[in-house]
């Protein structure tokens, strides 16, 4: 379901491009220091703008650092580290192997049980300092499967649950940003999820699979009302986000969520279209 809150790099400034890319590396190297080298290939872009949100917000100071990786092999590459890059770092933990079990426990797809097993330890001592987050994956998980088995038509509800999941998440600490914050992730999070269900649809059509966009996917009205419900929860997203004073790295974030959170859909739009013409 994750992958979606990405830069749009064709509009982002190099010098910006490199600092989104610096905090990214800055997260797996924290993965690497506090969970080992394999948790590294958890790592998604959803927690870099995360990362970078909370330093903006918080204003953070930043560890400049270089770091070998076997994705730059031969020369060290620039990291930026701090406490909410751990945090994400943390966070992506917590999310992964969740979703992994899940996989195992759904479908029984025994990679993602192997997965698990090896971030089990570092899952357990991340999970201790996190009772909060790890209590809201947990219940969102349990009422997901719920109303996938009801099979509800409501878009909103199970969208809501994963707002609700991404706005305990992105509360790092109870203070007076947190309810601006838990507006971010919740509007993300329902963001995150209907797009995850729009790419979803010719697959879910054909297998069968819970999806809320499926009832409305046969009628004239479709795409302009599924891409109507998309940019609500963007610009609440981004109403959310514009209320809190963030100065230091705002063209990134702002990025990501004007024109990033689009990439996938605008990928999405321009296939339809070219098999619209070529079925022509």
């Not at 999310?95 to 079990?101: F, G, Q, T």
């Given at each position: 379901m994750f992958g979606y809150i990405t830069v749009d790099r064709e509009e982002l400034k190099i010098k910006d491009f490199d600092r989104y890319r610096a905090y990214y590396c800055?997260?797996?190297?924290?993965?690497?220091?506090?969970?080992?080298?394999?948790?590294?290939?958890?790592?998604?872009?959803?927690?870099?703008?995360?990362?970078?949100?909370?330093?903006?917000?918080?204003?953070?100071?930043?560890?400049?650092?270089?770091?070998?990786?076997?994705?730059?092999?031969?020369?060290?590459?620039?990291?930026?580290?701090?406490?909410?890059t751990a945090y994400a770092a943390d966070m992506n933990v917590l999310l992964v192997y969740h979703n992994l079990m899940d996989d195992w426990e759904d479908e029984r797809k025994r990679a993602s049980y192997a997965a698990a097993r090896l971030l089990r330890k570092a899952y357990l001592k991340t999970a201790a300092r996190y009772p909060r987050q790890v209590k809201a994956i947990r219940h969102y998980l349990k009422d997901l499967h719920r109303t996938e088995e009801q099979r509800a038509e409501d878009i909103d509800l199970a969208a809501g649950l994963t707002g609700q999941l991404m706005a305990e998440i992105y509360m790092m600490e109870e203070d007076i940003w947190s309810e601006d914050l838990r507006k971010v992730g919740f509007y993300l999070g329902k963001f995150i999820y209907l797009m995850d269900a729009y790419e979803d649809v010719p697959k879910d059509r054909e297998t069968g699979n819970y999806n809320p966009f499926l009832p409305m996917s046969e009628r004239d009205d479709y795409e302009e009302t599924a891409s109507k419900i998309l940019t609500m929860m963007a610009a609440d997203a981004a109403r959310a986000f514009e209320k809190l004073p963030i100065l230091e790295n705002v063209d990134i974030l702002r990025n990501i969520l004007y024109a990033g959170i689009w990439t996938k859909y605008k990928i999405l739009k321009t296939k339809k279209e070219c098999k619209h013409e070529e079925n022509k």
């Amino acid at each position: 379901m994750f992958g979606y809150i990405t830069v749009d790099r064709e509009e982002l400034k190099i010098k910006d491009f490199d600092r989104y890319r610096a905090y990214y590396c800055g997260i797996c190297q924290d993965l690497k220091e506090s969970c080992g080298q394999l948790s590294r290939m958890t790592l998604t872009y959803d927690m870099t703008f995360l990362a970078i949100l909370l330093t903006g917000l918080y204003e953070g100071h930043d560890n400049h650092e270089l770091h070998y990786c076997a994705a730059h092999l031969g020369q060290k590459h620039p990291c930026l580290r701090n406490r909410y890059t751990a945090y994400a770092a943390d966070m992506n933990v917590l999310l992964v192997y969740h979703n992994l079990m899940d996989d195992w426990e759904d479908e029984r797809k025994r990679a993602s049980y192997a997965a698990a097993r090896l971030l089990r330890k570092a899952y357990l001592k991340t999970a201790a300092r996190y009772p909060r987050q790890v209590k809201a994956i947990r219940h969102y998980l349990k009422d997901l499967h719920r109303t996938e088995e009801q099979r509800a038509e409501d878009i909103d509800l199970a969208a809501g649950l994963t707002g609700q999941l991404m706005a305990e998440i992105y509360m790092m600490e109870e203070d007076i940003w947190s309810e601006d914050l838990r507006k971010v992730g919740f509007y993300l999070g329902k963001f995150i999820y209907l797009m995850d269900a729009y790419e979803d649809v010719p697959k879910d059509r054909e297998t069968g699979n819970y999806n809320p966009f499926l009832p409305m996917s046969e009628r004239d009205d479709y795409e302009e009302t599924a891409s109507k419900i998309l940019t609500m929860m963007a610009a609440d997203a981004a109403r959310a986000f514009e209320k809190l004073p963030i100065l230091e790295n705002v063209d990134i974030l702002r990025n990501i969520l004007y024109a990033g959170i689009w990439t996938k859909y605008k990928i999405l739009k321009t296939k339809k279209e070219c098999k619209h013409e070529e079925n022509k």
